[in-house]
């Protein structure tokens, strides 16, 4: 039995503008002020692919 609250929309996968394909999740805890500021984007998906991205290349540079 499908749950309710689902929508076809839920089930479509992010879009993005990396090449790769997006098949997996990640989940990290922030504070409320941090939640507000990245909901406020947008497209608050996109614009944390972007900043995750964005320090991994940093790292990579070391």
Do not use: G, H, W
């Amino acid at each position: 039995m499908p749950n309710p609250k689902e929508t076809p929309e839920n089930l479509k996968p992010i879009k993005s503008d990396m090449e790769e394909q997006l098949t997996t999740t990640l989940s990290f805890r922030v504070n409320e002020f941090m939640k507000q500021e990245v909901k406020a984007k947008d497209d608050p998906p996109e614009f944390c692919l972007r900043a995750i991205q964005k320090a991994l290349d940093e790292d990579r540079e070391k």
